[in-house]
């Protein structure tokens, strides 16, 4: 099956604690995306990466940041967590950067 | 200020009724326009892309372009109870390459 899978798709944890959120793409694209849908369904862009290169940060707080091992992954990562980032966390990749995005499951994640 | 304003927030329309969304960006660097479909629960869609001036349809959805004043609509005829989700439309800003989301429009069909 060919698509974005993402992992865990529901997480809770404790304001202060580090979580990291998986998301793999198995259609071969080359650009991958982290989006941000808060309460209001919101969608913000985190982060893109097109051939392992970060393209776009859009005012992220620093405590979050990208991991990729090869175009077909891009990992997120959350240092010290706090109740603001009670979100659903979207993983998105499109064949190129002016393409259409393909999105994943998502992961909803809880701060306590 | 976003940079992306989608109205009405919220639409209920009878079963096989037309629904219509409406979509704004208020930066002169969009050239792109996605509308996507999110069904409770679930990731976005897409729908329909569409780029240059006019309409474009496809089976019951049909999407038009004003470049000049960076609006679309999505229109969407013979509404059914599947069609129930949030509709979020979504531009892209040249200079940039990035995608700006709208807050999107919460369509309802009642049977």
């Known amino acids: 099956e060919t698509a974005v899978f993402q992992t865990p798709n529901y997480h809770v944890t404790q304001v202060g604690n580090e979580v990291s959120f998986n998301c793999k793409q198995t259609l071969g694209h080359d650009t991958m995306y982290w989006y941000k849908q808060d309460s209001k369904k919101l969608l913000k862009i985190m982060f893109s990466?097109?051939?392992?290169?970060?393209?776009v940060n859009e005012t992220v707080p620093r405590r979050f940041s990208p991991q990729s091992s090869d175009k077909a992954h891009l990992n997120l990562r959350i240092k010290s967590v706090e109740p603001e980032d009670s979100a659903v966390y979207l993983c998105?990749?499109?064949?190129?950067?002016?393409?259409?995005?393909?999105f994943g499951p998502g992961t909803r994640l809880l701060v306590l | 200020q976003q940079k992306v304003q989608q109205s009405p927030e919220s639409l209920i329309v009878p079963e096989g009724g037309m629904a219509s969304l409406n979509c704004t960006s208020s930066d002169r660097n969009v050239d792109y326009f996605w509308w996507y479909r999110q069904h409770s629960g679930k990731s976005p869609k897409m729908l329909m892309s569409i780029f240059s001036n006019g309409e474009k349809e496809e089976g019951r959805f049909t999407v038009h372009l004003n470049k000049a004043s960076l609006h679309t609509s999505l229109h969407i005829r013979d509404s059914q109870p599947s069609d129930s989700a949030l509709y979020l439309c979504a531009a892209r800003m040249s200079n940039y390459n990035v995608l700006y989301f709208g807050s999107g429009t919460k369509l309802t069909v009642e049977p």
């Open positions: 990466y097109n051939n392992k290169q970060l393209i």
């Open positions: 998105a990749s499109s064949p190129g950067l002016q393409d259409t995005q393909y």
